[in-house]
């Protein structure tokens, strides 16, 4: 297996310390912040679904954008995230190449940029150089409020480092499958937001059902498929719980283990990078983790990363 740069386990000469916390105080503020950044765009969204129903959105949109949110979200957690960053399990080549193209329809950047990115994350996990890191301008609450922005969404286009695909992926540049799917970038972005007006076009005989197929399955798929993976970046590097040890400030967040398909277990994975589960311990669902077991099973995957307990046990934070 090709070796993967830049993904090993944290490097302590790259960190700083992790400031003292204020239960009493900044933690509250932090709490309310966050509720406020996350929860208050999704109760929009959700008293907007009954008004539109039975009118603006049917059955069709909603299975239509659940097969495409299923699709180009486990494209980026197995694919993007747990293959090509972090080499978690080696794919044969027509699993590699599908994997590319499942995690372009989410539509979060071409796969060598995003995997660039994320393996600079890594190596400066929450310390300079670190793209997207909540806690880059303080630890009061205006502060918090600020880096959450930052992290979510904001440091795609503010950041002024821009990531070296030579220096953070060179593995994918070499790969001649890769580079065409990283080529072919934009007309899988028009896969992604029109396939769903086709298909519920096709599916109502209707420009009207082509055109909600496209708000609903299209638009506001993708738009709550980037802001779950967004969260990971802000949130589980703000709150939650560590149960492993980490020298950065990456954290668990159970509420957003199913719509991240497992990826909020975000603890264990700073403490072990390449581990092909996250959610290692009971009760912790990884769907990512099931759906790389199937295709071990089905011979598609080799060579997968499962937890080793004395590893993990070396890791767990004292009770």
Same mark, same amino acid.
């Given at each position: 297996?090709?070796?993967?740069?830049?993904?090993?386990?944290?490097? !302590?000469?790259?960190?700083?310390?992790?400031? =003292?916390?204020?239960?009493?105080?900044?933690?509250?503020? =932090?709490?309310?912040?966050?509720?406020?950044?996350?929860?208050?765009?999704?109760?929009?969204? &959700?008293?907007?679904?009954? +008004?539109?129903?039975?009118?603006?959105?049917?059955?069709?949109?909603?299975?239509?954008?659940? +097969?495409?949110?299923?699709?180009?979200?486990?494209?980026?957690? +197995?694919?993007?995230?747990?293959?090509?960053?972090?080499?978690?399990?080696?794919?044969?080549?027509?699993?590699?190449? &599908?994997?590319?193209?499942?995690?372009?329809?989410?539509?979060?950047? $071409?796969?060598?940029?995003?995997?660039?990115?994320?393996? %600079?994350?890594? @190596?400066?996990?929450?310390? =300079?150089?670190?793209?997207?890191?909540?806690?880059?301008?303080?630890?009061?609450?205006?502060?918090?409020?600020?880096?959450?922005?930052?992290?979510?969404?904001?440091? #795609?286009?503010?950041?002024?480092? %821009?990531?070296?695909?030579?220096?953070?992926?060179?593995?994918?540049?070499?790969?001649?499958?890769?580079?065409?799917?990283?080529?072919?970038?934009?007309? #899988?972005?028009?896969?992604?937001?029109?396939?769903?007006?086709?298909?519920?076009?096709?599916?109502?005989? $209707?420009?009207?059902?082509?055109?909600? !197929?496209?708000?609903?399955?299209?638009?506001?798929?993708?738009?709550?498929?980037?802001?779950?993976?967004?969260?990971?970046?802000?949130?589980?590097?703000?709150?939650?719980?560590?149960?492993?040890? +980490?020298?950065?400030?990456?954290?668990?967040?159970?509420?957003? !283990?199913?719509?991240?398909?497992?990826?909020?277990?975000?603890?264990?994975?700073?403490?072990?990078?390449?581990?092909? %589960?996250?959610?290692?311990? @009971?009760?912790?669902?990884?769907? $990512? &983790?099931?759906?790389?077991?199937?295709?071990?099973?089905?011979?598609? &995957?080799?060579?997968?990363?499962?937890?080793?307990?004395?590893?993990?046990?070396?890791?767990?934070?004292?009770?």
């Amino acid at each position: 297996m090709t070796a993967v740069p830049e993904t090993g386990l944290d490097d !302590a000469s790259k960190r700083t310390p992790e400031p =003292e916390l204020d239960p009493e105080g900044r933690g509250k503020a =932090e709490r309310y912040t966050v509720f406020a950044f996350v929860f208050i765009p999704l109760l929009a969204l &959700a008293a907007a679904v009954p +008004v539109a129903w039975g009118w603006g959105l049917t059955m069709t949109d909603v299975a239509i954008g659940v +097969v495409f949110y299923l699709i180009s979200g486990l494209g980026i957690t +197995v694919g993007y995230h747990r293959h090509f960053t972090h080499g978690s399990f080696k794919a044969n080549r027509g699993l590699r190449i &599908a994997l590319g193209v499942a995690g372009s329809l989410a539509i979060q950047g $071409s796969v060598i940029k995003w995997v660039a990115d994320h393996r %600079r994350h890594h @190596k400066y996990a929450d310390a =300079e150089g670190d793209p997207h890191s909540p806690w880059r301008f303080g630890d009061d609450w205006r502060s918090v409020a600020k880096g959450l922005y930052y992290a979510h969404m904001a440091w #795609l286009y503010l950041d002024e480092e %821009r990531t070296s695909p030579k220096r953070f992926a060179p593995d994918l540049l070499k790969d001649k499958d890769i580079r065409l799917v990283d080529k072919l970038f934009v007309p #899988l972005v028009v896969v992604s937001l029109g396939g769903p007006a086709l298909i519920g076009g096709l599916v109502t005989m $209707s420009w009207w059902g082509a055109l909600t !197929a496209f708000f609903w399955a299209g638009l506001v798929r993708v738009a709550l498929l980037h802001h779950v993976t967004w969260s990971i970046n802000s949130i589980c590097h703000t709150i939650g719980e560590e149960n492993f040890e +980490v020298r950065d400030r990456s954290r668990n967040v159970w509420w957003l !283990a199913i719509p991240s398909f497992g990826e909020s277990w975000h603890n264990l994975h700073h403490a072990d990078p390449t581990c092909a %589960r996250h959610g290692v311990l @009971k009760g912790q669902i990884d769907i $990512s &983790a099931r759906v790389i077991w199937t295709f071990e099973k089905l011979g598609w &995957a080799t060579k997968v990363r499962w937890p080793n307990a004395e590893r993990l046990e070396a890791k767990r934070v004292s009770a």
